[in-house]
């Protein structure tokens, strides 16, 4: 499936219309060199929309990852992209899919403001800013359990 739209995101006429809600990265302690991103992003298109690459101006590379169990563990597992169909949104959490950021330039604390960025299979980026916090005020922080 998204091979197919991976092809069918490259013919695309327009520019995408993305949105971005909620878009936060979680500060850890300095020792870290790891943290993630975490954001909701809405395809407001008429054309699919896949998403094959991100970056962050606080990390050297970033990745989309997702969690799964395997054997009754969860793992992290790169994902090669994100397919969003026109009206779908695609929510990024702890413990779910999400972006990691690996070789942190330095560490963020709360209250940063960083930039975010979405790599398309149009060529595109669309950008946003994250705001870095301890735990997304959305959820509790026992459901933001999240081991890397």
Not at 28 to 40: E, G, I, K, V
Not at 47 to 65: C, L, P, Q
Request: charged letters at 20%.
């Amino acid at each position: 499936m998204l091979a197919g739209l991976l092809a069918a995101a490259g013919v695309a006429e327009e520019a995408p219309d993305l949105a971005f809600e909620n878009v936060w990265i979680r500060a850890l302690p300095a020792s870290q060199p790891n943290t993630a991103a975490y954001l909701t992003v809405a395809n407001r298109g008429k054309d699919a929309v896949a998403i094959v690459g991100a970056s962050a101006d606080v990390a050297r590379k970033t990745e989309i990852h997702t969690t799964r169990e395997v054997d009754g563990y969860l793992r992290m597992e790169r994902l090669p992209g994100l397919a969003l169909a026109p009206g779908e949104s695609l929510e990024l959490i702890p413990g779910g899919t999400h972006l990691m950021l690996f070789d942190l330039i330095y560490t963020p604390v709360p209250g940063d403001e960083i930039n975010v960025c979405l790599e398309l299979a149009s060529g595109d980026e669309i950008c946003a800013v994250a705001q870095v916090r301890k735990v997304d005020p959305g959820r509790s922080a026992k459901s933001q359990h999240h081991n890397h």
